[in-house]
T-cell receptor
Framework: GAVVSQHPSWVICKSGTSVKIECRSL??????MFWYRQFPKQSLMLMAT?????????EQGVEKDKFLINHASLTLSTLTVTSAHPEDSSFYIC?????????????????FGPGTRLTVL | QKEVEQNSGPLSVPEGAIASLNCTYS??????FFWYRQYSGKSPELIMS????GDKEDGRFTAQLNKASQYVSLLIRDSQPSDSATYLC????????????FGAGTRLAVHP
């Protein structure tokens, strides 16, 4: 249980284009999903918390107009990197909290998707 | 002071030895603690959670929690080269924001 998928797993795009990344919880509903970014040899950096049916909460320093997050259903959140530039090249990872869906978990456990590697040329 | 601190390593242990990974946290009110494993180029994978003081064992892994001293550790018995990865400690953020605060991670290298 607690499987999270991401699509695409990798993407290469030209500078100035937009890229959409999907995050899906496959066997549970997630009212809360999280988006992280990780540069090579660095630690995870939380970008935003995505709540179903409401606006995302962005961490300090993350541009909400550049990183658009939509959490339209209890199993899907999307991150759109708008007008991507080479400095946006990174490993983007989502996670989801199943809440009390699994009896052995509490409401603060996160399960990660496999990540999306974005390269902006 | 960082909220969650880990020694970045690398921690190098021989195959078959016990690897001991440590994590300290600053919020005395923390109730949940998590260990994630992250292989190079991959996303984190949850390996252990612990909520009560003491030890929790799962296969070759043992999590140890000491709330009074504000530290949580992960022991890996009979370490294997396949255990070589970065281990992340995580604690829920204070203030009820339903998010985790991750340590920077400890890189473990198990050599044959």
């Amino acid at each position: 249980g607690a499987v999270v998928s991401q699509h695409p797993s990798w993407v290469i795009c030209k500078s100035g284009t937009s890229v959409k990344i999907e995050c899906r919880s496959l066997d549970f509903q997630a009212t809360t999903m999280f988006w992280y970014r990780q540069f090579p040899k660095q630690s995870l950096m939380l970008m935003a918390t995505s709540n179903e049916g409401s606006k995302a909460t962005y961490e300090q320093g993350v541009e909400k107009d550049k990183f658009l997050i939509n959490h339209a259903s209890l199993t899907l959140s999307t991150l759109t990197v708008t007008s991507a530039h080479p400095e946006d090249s990174s490993f983007y990872i989502c996670s989801a909290d199943p809440g009390l869906a699994f009896s052995f978990d509490r409401t603060d456990t996160q399960y990660f998707g496999p990540g999306t590697r974005l390269t902006v040329l | 002071q960082k909220e969650v601190e880990q020694n970045s390593g690398p921690l190098s242990v021989p195959e078959g030895a016990i690897a001991s990974l440590n994590c300290t946290y600053s919020d005395r009110g923390s109730q949940s603690f998590f260990w994630y494993r992250q292989y190079s180029g991959k996303s984190p994978e949850l390996i252990m959670s612990i909520y009560s003081n003491g030890d929790k064992e799962d296969g070759r892994f043992t999590a140890q929690l000491n709330k009074a001293s504000q530290y949580v550790s992960l022991l890996i018995r009979d370490s294997q080269p396949s255990d070589s990865a970065t281990y992340l400690c995580a604690v829920p953020a204070s203030g009820g924001y339903n998010k985790l605060i991750f340590g920077a991670g400890t890189r473990l290298a198990v050599h044959p």
